[in-house]
């Protein structure tokens, strides 16, 4: 059975693993440094993890923008690959919106890639509703734009 729970310091390695595995290198080492910053109290932030078995196999979070109050970035936000489409990127994400519904937020966004890795990231956001509201062309380097979407919370 499929648990899902606050993030504690032991997920810290298995939680960048998953990371870096669905990701990059680079996407681990920020995972890390964020997911620390948590757990040290000095990032602004929560993050939930799905536990299967004893095992983590996905995790989520939001982090509180730096400059506008009631505006929350998706983040942290993958699947072990091979508990990819049973539904636990959904349960997941439900989970952290309605943490940002209680906090009173605006808005959630979340930014992504252009590339062919994150094919399946754009494609949830869309089915979950959020809206592509921005592109940084060549953001990332030639042929790599920066993606943002959104979520609107409340007017
Ligand atoms: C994005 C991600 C977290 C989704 O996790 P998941 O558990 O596989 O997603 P779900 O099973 O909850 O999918 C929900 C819906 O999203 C859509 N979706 C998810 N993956 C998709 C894919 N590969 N292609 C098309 N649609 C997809 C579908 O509509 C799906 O519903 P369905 O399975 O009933 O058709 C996962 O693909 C992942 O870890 N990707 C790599 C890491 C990453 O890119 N993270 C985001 C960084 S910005």
Redesign the pocket.
Known sequence: MVTVRSFEAGDLDRCVKIVRT??DAQDGRACRRELSGILEGTKGGRCWVAEEDGTVI?LVGIMRDDEVDDIVWLGY???D?A?????????LFELAVEAARDGNNRRLY???SSTA?????R??YK??GLSHDATLPDFYGKGEDQLFFCLPLRD
């Open positions: 669905t990701m996905g936000f993958a699947v690959p508990h990819h489409r049973r539904g636990l990127g959904k349960q979340v930014d992504t890795p994150f094919t399946a990231a494609a949830f089915a979950m």
